[in-house]
């Protein structure tokens, strides 16, 4: 019972934040943004720097003895576990999902934020790693004024009211989302020609937080995506568990964070698109 109010505190405080960093990012988007790149597809402005700045000094200034992964910040990356294992807590943040849609003035963008609890860091001669849950989950997209968010088995939410995913059964008659990496965005075409002749539509928003959290409130029956980062799914996975729907990576194996990869769904389409990926040769 401690545990559960010590994370409804967490809750309401990462829900805070991610509204205050939200804001600001809704702020700056009135003026001319300054863009740079980070690879030649991979764009970074000043607002995703300000945001996570924000957020990871809330976070620190609350919790400090928690650990943090965040996009922007190279001194907490996901190849740092060896720092991380000793924390309770870790903090997944993505501090602008959809960069260019937010540079293009479109509305697909959000905040992402997700918790992981840590059970178990260890570390070997050749591998640093960590067991444990992820506990909180909050994804906010102030241009849509759309704040979802979940705490694990307490159910998901948007805008305080609750959740759930599609009941759709047959994959004909569904709408399917996915996204395209930037290094290499040849290697979902085989998954995308595929499904797209077995689906009633597929659909790319570009911003992996918020296609997770239509799968969680019934507008997409699935997505899925290659060539991912945990902050780009922490958020999103959990609101999806928690709306009733299933996560997993394209072969249907448990979910890694680190795994590039990821699966969801309303539950029932589950076996049969992984049925189809692993087929693909």
């Keep these: 019972m401690e545990i559960n109010q010590n994370q409804r505190k967490m809750l309401n405080f990462t829900l805070k934040i991610a509204k205050k960093a939200g804001d600001l990012l809704l ?31 809330e976070i620190l200034k609350k919790y400090p003895n928690h650990g943090i992964i965040a996009e922007e910040s190279h001194t907490h990356t996901e190849n740092n576990l060896q720092k991380l294992k000793n924390a309770p807590y870790i903090w997944v943040i993505d501090p602008l999902d959809g960069t260019t849609n937010y540079t293009m003035g479109l509305q697909q963008y959000a905040v992402s934020i997700g918790v992981f609890k840590n059970t178990n860091g260890r570390s070997s001669k050749n591998f640093d790693y960590l067991e444990g849950d992820m506990v909180l989950g909050v ?3 102030p241009a849509l004024k759309e704040l979802y968010h979940a705490q694990k088995g307490k159910g998901a939410y948007l805008n305080k009211k609750r959740i759930s995913v599609s009941d759709t059964s047959k994959l004909m008659d569904s ?22 002749d077995k689906c ?33 799914i922490a958020g999103g996975a959990l609101i999806v568990e928690e709306a009733g729907g299933k996560v997993s990576d394209v072969n249907s194996k448990q979910l890694d964070l680190f795994g590039a990869d990821i699966l969801a769904t309303n539950k029932n389409l589950h076996p049969k698109i992984t049925k189809i990926f692993k087929s693909l040769p």
């Design 27 to 57: 702020e700056k988007s009135k003026n001319p943004l300054k863009i740079t790149k980070k690879s030649a597809r991979d764009l970074v402005t000043e607002a995703d720097k300000e945001a996570e700045e924000l957020i990871i000094k």
């Design 139 to 141: 994804v906010y997209a």
């Design 175 to 196: 709408v399917v989302a996915t996204g395209f990496p930037y290094k290499d965005k040849t290697v979902n075409l085989p998954y995308f020609s595929t499904i797209l």
């Design 200 to 232: 009633r539509g597929v659909r790319r928003f570009g911003a992996a937080s918020l296609d997770l959290c239509y799968v969680a409130k019934g507008c997409f029956d699935a997505y899925w995506e290659l060539g991912l980062k945990p902050w780009d």
